[in-house]
């Protein structure tokens, strides 16, 4: 079966500096989504992604989050300024078509922020 | 109100057993509805979507009531793999699916 890829799949970072998750998506597949999952809570939506620009975002997606495709295969998350809560699991999935069933989860980026 | 409500568990069942738990979704206007597997810290999975009519999937049944607003899993035979943490999941519009915060089923030898 085909595969989304997160590097990296372990991130430490200091309070305060930028990181940038990656991700590879299924190639045909034209819909791209972060989510995020604190340890311990629920897995919670992010953003959604298609034709280069923003579908939806949630109220965690603030002006400290970004996306962009900036070759037309990697999809990245940025953080600007991270922060102690921003300590999560993040999930990039992707979708074929538009409200796609089935959305096809990479393995995770744990983001560890001290 | 919560969009996704799940009883946490955890439901600790043998080998064999039948286990079933429902989800509560606040949102009417949800259009379409699913149930993902998450194993301890990887990825969610889809299990199966979540029909009108109620659908099969081998050993595991989902039914959806949308006048209450709740969808149900059932797993028939449970097996040792089955453990993991299910997960209720609205779909609210193309772009947004609103994840549970779980169900967790330990099946025992």
């Known amino acids: 079966e085909p595969e989304v890829t997160q590097t990296p799949s372990h991130q430490v970072t200091q309070m305060g500096q930028e990181v940038i998750l990656r991700c590879v998506p299924i190639?045909?597949?034209?819909?791209f989504y972060w989510y995020r999952q604190i340890l311990g809570q629920k897995v919670e939506f992010l953003v959604s992604f298609y034709n280069n620009e923003i579908s939806e975002k949630s109220e965690i997606f603030d002006d400290q989050f970004s996306v962009e495709r900036p070759d037309g295969s990697n999809f990245t998350l940025k953080i600007r300024s991270t922060k102690l809560e921003d300590s999560a699991m993040y999930f990039c999935?992707?979708?074929?078509?538009?409200?796609?069933?089935?959305?096809?989860f990479g393995s995770g980026t744990q983001l560890s922020v001290l | 109100r919560k969009e996704v409500e799940q009883d946490p568990g955890p439901f600790n069942v043998p080998e064999g057993a039948t286990v079933a738990f429902n989800c509560t979704y606040s949102n009417s206007a949800s259009q379409s509805f699913f149930w993902y597997r998450q194993d301890c810290r990887k990825e969610p999975k889809l299990l199966m979507s979540?029909?009108?009519s109620g659908n099969e999937d081998g050993r595991f049944t989902a039914q959806l009531n949308r006048a209450s607003q709740y969808i149900s899993l059932l797993i028939r035979d449970s097996k040792l793999s089955d453990s993991a943490t299910y997960l209720c999941?609205?779909?609210?519009?193309?772009?947004?699916?609103?994840f549970g915060a779980g169900t967790t089923v330990t099946v025992r030898a």
């Open positions: 979540v029909y009108s």
């Open positions: 999935a992707t979708a074929r078509d538009r409200g796609g069933e089935k959305l096809f």
């Open positions: 190639s045909n597949h034209l819909y």
């Open positions: 999941v609205p779909k609210l519009n193309d772009y947004k699916l609103s």
